[in-house]
């Protein structure tokens, strides 16, 4: 890191400041203010924000390490503009027409308060364990490797990195607010953007071109049955993406992510009305065709300049690990340290804390947002508004505190970054997927069907992590047993498409057992209970362009498939 860097970087920091200081100086008066910014935000607004809290730390590191390893397989996760799209047109006129705040609230307007109590609490663990520390563990991995930096003041750099981000962030998201997450995200996302593509284009040049990578990554198989890194789609038996299990898996976690998670869903609910909401959304497809060629295809890249350097005697591009293996994980900061040109290494370096920053962010304003209103509202219900501000605050600072305190466990998961975190997701996905699909496609979907749908879920999902745990450590002699198979031999993909399916088929029964809600109850809130002006509302809230670019949308990603199927 040159001067010029360093100068780069205060420019950034400065520009941040300055946008954190107007936030705060708007006033956050009450917690629809303070979590959702007013519900008054533009649709340029809202896709940055989704785009720029989708992309953390696990992008940098996880999906760069993936593509640098197993070439194209988790492109499924990363081209899913059409998920968005669903988030646009299906979900976001029910969500605009309940005015609810979180979508544990959602499910309490549809079922009952214990379907709320229960997806609060899924959530909540999940941000903790998973999220929050998945970004600042990763976090601090990028830093210490673009800095080069062991240690500073006789502290390893990474703690020093990892805890001042998260300091940093929780500031301006404690008293900025929703706002200061839309804010600053309209700022970070350009800057990200610029960045990445910067890395991709000096990437290409250094490898000698596209062809170039085509040719190290197809040579290189990934399974004994002839696929190579650039195969999106796999063989049916490959251990790892069989590509039936991959498009299933893949659609029903981002289901769950894109549709019904408070993280993202959140950017929808700011919007001022239906029209901005949607238009947000489309935007926020758009961006989201984008991570592939930002960061998996980067990985790709530093792996066949690695390859590259290994055929011409040097030794090789990638840090090894101790085993001798590149290290997939230090793709993206290692493009960063190696190829940029002062100054526009410290560009890149601020569009790294860009990510960092929005994506930890959004998460700490969601968690408290959870906190705030499904918990501490709802058993203290006449708490003023100004109240609510403050516990959100105070919740944010709690969630800052259990984040950092999982970061030692978290660096146990190292080379594995990206796939533990889609095999966490893949279990807690199914269950809340099944109770809102079954929820608004479905009139006679009963209370008690949705939350033991939910339940079923979360119990099925604790159980495979806690048979992986088990099997993983000190249970590989144990021989074989049916339950081995259904909760730690079976591939991850399909079990979470059978998962879905168990859950679905709990709904059904149950709700066909028990009674069914009242016209009252769910007018409004599923498909068939529309009434003629709510139809006429939402129908006036798009037009022909709004259908032009989703079909672009689509467009592109069939593309995709076919290029590299």
Sequence with gaps: MGTLD?????????????????VVRQKNDNSGDYFLGGRDATWIAIGASIFASNIGSEHLIGLAGAGASSGMAMAHWEIQGWMVLILAWVFVPFYERSMVLTMPEFLERRYNSQSKTILSLISLVSYVLTKVAVTVYAGGLVFQQVFGIKELWGIDFFWIAAIGLVIITALYTIFGGMKSVLYTSVLQTPILLLGSIIILVLGLKEVGGWQKV????????????????????????????????????????????????????????????????????????YLKLTPVFLFLIPGMIAFAIHQQSVMSGSEGFLPLLENGVHNADAAFPTLVAKLLPAGVKGLVVCGILAALMSSLASLFNSSAMLFTIDFYKKYRPE?????????????????????????????????????YLQDVQSVLAPGIAAAFLMGIAWKRTSAMGGMWGLLSGFIIGMTRLGAKVYYTTIGEGTGDSIFKYL??????????????????????????????????????????TLTPEQKAASRASWNKWDVIHSIIILGIIAAFYIYFW
């Design 383 to 419: 708490t003023p508004e100004k109240k609510l501000v403050l516990i959100g605050q105070i919740a944010t600072v709690v969630i800052v505190i259990l984040g950092i305190l999982w970061i030692p466990i978290m660096r146990s998961v190292g080379d594995v970054l990206y796939t």
């Design 487 to 528: 909760f730690f031999d079976m591939n991850w993909l399909f079990f979470c498409g059978w998962m879905l399916l168990f859950c679905i088929v709990v709904v059904v029964i149950v709700s066909y057992c028990t009674e069914a809600p009242s016209a009252e109850k769910i007018q409004g809130l599923v498909f068939g």
């Design 214 to 285: 085509l040719e190290y990554c197809s040579v290189t198989p990934v399974n004994e049955y002839g696929d190579t890194m650039i195969n999106l789609i796999r063989s049916n038996h490959d251990p790892d993406f069989p590509w039936l299990g991959a498009l299933i898996g893949s659609s029903i976690i981002g289901f769950w992510y894109w549709c019904t998670d408070q993280f993202i869903v959140q950017r929808v609910l700011s919007g001022r009305d239906e029209r901005q909401a949607r238009r947000g959304a489309i935007f926020g497809a």
């Design 6 to 22: 360093f100068v780069v970087i205060w420019l950034f920091a400065l520009a941040l400041i300055g946008v954190i200081i107007y």
